[in-house]
Nanobody, 119 residues
């Protein structure tokens, strides 16, 4: 059984920083592409950033220069460092990881962590 556990969300003032973490556990052989998504109230879930197994990254235009995605392959963990936060960054942030496990290959989602940015 593979589980993804997110942590690190919270309340921060505009201009502040937060780091969210997503750790996968279970019978994991390898983790491949990892990504962060977010969903604000009344809006669709949107892609924030991705990172491949070799460290290549992509970012949504609205976070470029402010957010940094990174990973620790040994720990099957992905991070999202968020700087210069804006009120419009308020959302539930979800991680997604492609994992090969004893049950085969598939994508797993984290439970989500709330990030609230006050003005």
């Amino acid at each position: 059984q593979v589980q993804l556990v997110e942590s690190g969300g919270g309340l921060v003032q505009a201009g502040g920083s937060l780091r969210v973490t997503c750790a996968a556990s279970g019978s994991i052989f390898s983790s491949n592409a990892m990504g962060w998504y977010r969903q604000a109230p009344g809006k669709q879930r949107e892609l924030v950033a991705t990172i491949t197994s070799d460290g290549s990254t992509t970012y949504a235009d609205f976070v470029k220069g402010r957010f940094t995605v990174s990973r620790d392959n040994a720990k099957n963990t992905v991070y999202l460092q968020m700087n210069s936060l804006k009120p419009e960054d308020t959302a539930v942030y979800y991680c997604k990881i492609a994992i090969w496990s004893s049950r085969g290959g598939r994508e797993y989602w984290g439970q989500g962590t709330q990030v609230t940015v006050s003005s």
